[in-house]
Nanobody, 123 residues
Framework: QVPLVESGGGLVQAGDSLRLSCAAS????????VGWFRQAPGKGREFVAAVSWTGSTTYYANSVKGRFTISRDNAENTVNLQMNSLKPEDTAVYYC????????????????WGQGTQVTVSS
């Protein structure tokens, strides 16, 4: 098991920034790829960004590329998602997910999921 806890969500205005954090417990977190997904009301889950277990490889959805940055600190067992230039369409519940030596854009790549953190961007 890899319990994951997201934090950092909130209510901001368009153009503002937020940094989400995904904290994991366990000594093997450095062997897990981590992805961020989001789900807006009435919509399906959407891939946002992912980072490999070493941190050397990252993927982004086209909708966030250039605005969001994913990074990880394996010493601290955390993965961060820096979100800049936020738009109202970024409003969603954001989830982090971890997969053993796995990463990618598909949710099926990940075995463990957090409970999510709400991000609301007002216009």
């Amino acid at each position: 098991q890899v319990p994951l806890v997201e934090s950092g969500g909130g209510l901001v205005q368009a153009g503002d920034s937020l940094r989400l954090s995904c904290a994991a417990s366990g000594r093997t977190f450095s062997t897990y790829g981590v992805g961020w997904f989001r789900q807006a009301p009435g919509k399906g889950r959407e891939f946002v960004a992912a980072v490999s277990w070493t941190g050397s490889t990252t993927y982004y959805a086209n909708s966030v590329k250039g605005r969001f940055t994913i990074s990880r600190d394996n010493a601290e067992n955390t993965v961060n998602l820096q979100m800049n230039s936020l738009k109202p369409e970024d409003t969603a519940v954001y989830y982090c997910a971890a997969g053993f030596r796995s990463m990618g854009r598909a949710a099926e790549r990940y075995d463990y999921w957090g409970q999510g953190t709400q991000v609301t961007v007002s216009s």
